[in-house]
């Protein structure tokens, strides 16, 4: 295995140098966002579409093939990476047969004139993670051989490019220079970036600077942001004052060991969350994405790829996801520059033209009414509702470090009313409660901490069932007046 390795190694560097000749090395990194979907509240999609335009976003990564999303995309140029999520893996390595149907329904019914733009099919999402144990470790390969000859068949191979999106966990090392793939990815990992060698698909990763601060409280905090540290990372003649290029880094001596290290990397998922934890909260999600795209846009590149930043970067996220699962943490429900309805949290300068975010325009809210704890009202009895709304609903800012844990045990019950009466649509029964709860017209928002309205969902489909009920209603009206 040594031999070809090596041979590919001095096929690039030949390579890389007849490059460095033929055309100076001009790198321009754009800045897209992930769009997920598991939200309690989803806005309609055309309405994060024109979100998207108003910022002038053009490149954007979703986690499945939604056709409400992608029906929404189509016409508006914007460059489309698509998902398969790791649990359709199994099924795709399986047989040509199913990747020549997922394509056909999930890509080729989307692209052409007027089309969605689909330029990427990640396949699988962080399918090596190490808390999935090698489940999907086996499906990768085969699932993207398959899928690139479905691609070819349909003409689209050339236009559309494959890639993996791994999490930094698939590699490591206790200095960048260092960086290697862990060892039983090695084999994998080779094939994997030979297939993206071959057919010019970049290397995805996704770096996460707050996580490495979350789950170690000895991680010196400014090393997460760009503003310069007291706790530089020396790395023989290089130093590393942050923690995003010391990561970059890692990979790119990963892919170097592997013969690959002139592959071109692109940062799909990167970014830090406002609420739910200690160091996640409005000023420090603010620091780091604007450090960052700072950082990417200054083309500084890092030590090991001086004036080379990386080809692309997709923020996370777009919006806040209020049914995502909090066992990474409560944090997980509030990664979004923009809260669920579409609302800039912060000021940030995204570097595409506009010097600040712009809302989104005509979200439909429901009336301004919020449910609370009934103030004539013995609660000693709450706990099970509580239990129940939270369940359902989400709660996550009332925890430690969230920005409503200090509203009082009254404030948590109303809070956690409210919660549940705006995803139950502010149907009057469900603000209930045996009598504990009340409607109000007064905002119980205290501070930061924000009582949310819901919005209306105004997708087509429940669009049309609504004038249907309507039609409905009349011709049965009509028909009850002829008979009277
Ligand atoms: C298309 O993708 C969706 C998920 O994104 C999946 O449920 C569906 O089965 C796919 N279609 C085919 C033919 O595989
Ligand atoms: C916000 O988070 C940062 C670290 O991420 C922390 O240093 C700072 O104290 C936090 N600010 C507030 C107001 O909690
Ligand atoms: C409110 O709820 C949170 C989360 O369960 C808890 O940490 C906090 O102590 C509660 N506050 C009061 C005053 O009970």
Not at 114 to 119: K, L, P, Q, T, V
Not at 379 to 391: I, R, T, W, Y
Not at 415 to 420: E, M
Request: charged share 15%.
């Amino acid at each position: 295995m040594l031999e070809p390795r090596l041979t590919a190694a001095a096929i690039l560097a030949l390579l890389s140098v007849f490059e460095l000749w033929s055309s100076p090395p001009v790198a321009e990194s754009a800045i897209g966002v992930n769009w997920g979907t598991i939200s309690l509240h989803r806005l309609n999609p055309s309405t994060v579409v024109d979100l998207l335009k108003e910022n002038k976003i053009a490149k954007v990564k979703i986690f499945d093939t939604d056709p409400g999303v992608l029906r929404a995309l189509m016409g508006s140029g914007i460059e489309v990476m698509v998902g398969i999520p790791n649990e359709m893996l199994a099924a795709l390595s399986s047989s040509t047969t199913a990747s020549d149907l997922w394509v056909r329904q999930n890509v080729s019914a989307y692209v052409g004139k007027g089309g969605a733009n689909i330029r990427y099919i990640a396949v699988g999402n962080e399918p090596f993670l190490t808390s999935y144990s090698g489940q999907f470790q086996s499906y990768v390969v085969p699932a993207l051989v398959n899928i690139q000859q479905s691609l070819a068949k349909l003409n689209l191979a050339g236009y559309i490019k494959l890639v993996v999106p791994c999490n930094a966990d698939a590699y490591e090392a206790s200095l960048p220079s260092q960086g290697a793939f862990r060892p039983e990815l090695t084999q994998i990992m080779t094939q994997i970036v030979q297939f993206l060698n071959s057919n010019g698909s970049p290397f995805v990763v996704n770096i996460y600077p707050f996580l490495s601060l979350y789950g170690n409280s000895d991680f010196p905090q400014d090393y997460a942001f760009f503003g310069g540290t007291t706790h530089p990372v020396t790395d023989g003649a290089n130093v590393y004052t942050n923690a995003f290029d010391g990561n970059f880094d890692t990979l790119v001596a990963a892919l170097s060991k592997l013969g690959y290290g002139q592959m071109p990397i692109v940062v799909g998922e990167v970014g830090w969350p406002t609420d739910g934890a200690l160091g996640a909260n409005l000023t420090a999600a603010r620091a780091f994405n604007q450090g960052l795209i700072t950082h990417v846009l200054s083309n500084k590149g890092t030590p090991l790829r001086p004036g080379v930043p990386p080809m692309d970067i997709y923020l996370f996220s777009l919006l806040d996801e209020g049914a995502k699962s909090t066992l990474p943490g409560n944090f997980e429900r509030h990664w979004g520059i923009f809260s669920f309805d579409g609302q800039a949290k912060y000021a940030l300068n995204l570097g595409l033209g506009n010097r600040l975010l712009k809302n989104a325009r005509n979200v439909e809210y429901l009336p301004s009414r919020w449910c609370v704890a009934n103030p004539f009202r013995d609660l000693s009895d709450v706990a099970n509702h509580m239990k129940l709304a939270c369940s359902m609903a989400d709660c996550t800012t009332l925890n430690y470090g969230g920005s409503c844990n200090g509203i009082g045990a009254k404030g948590n019950i109303s809070y956690a009313f409210n919660s549940y009466y705006q995803l139950q649509m502010q149907n009057v029964q469900s603000c209930d409660f045996d009598g504990l709860g009340v409607v109000t017209f007064l905002d119980p928002s205290v501070g930061e901490c924000r009582f949310l309205v819901g919005v209306t969902d105004t997708s087509s489909s429940s669009q049309s069932y609504k004038r249907w009920v309507i039609v409905w209603y009349w011709i049965l009206w009509g028909i009850g007046v002829f008979l009277v």
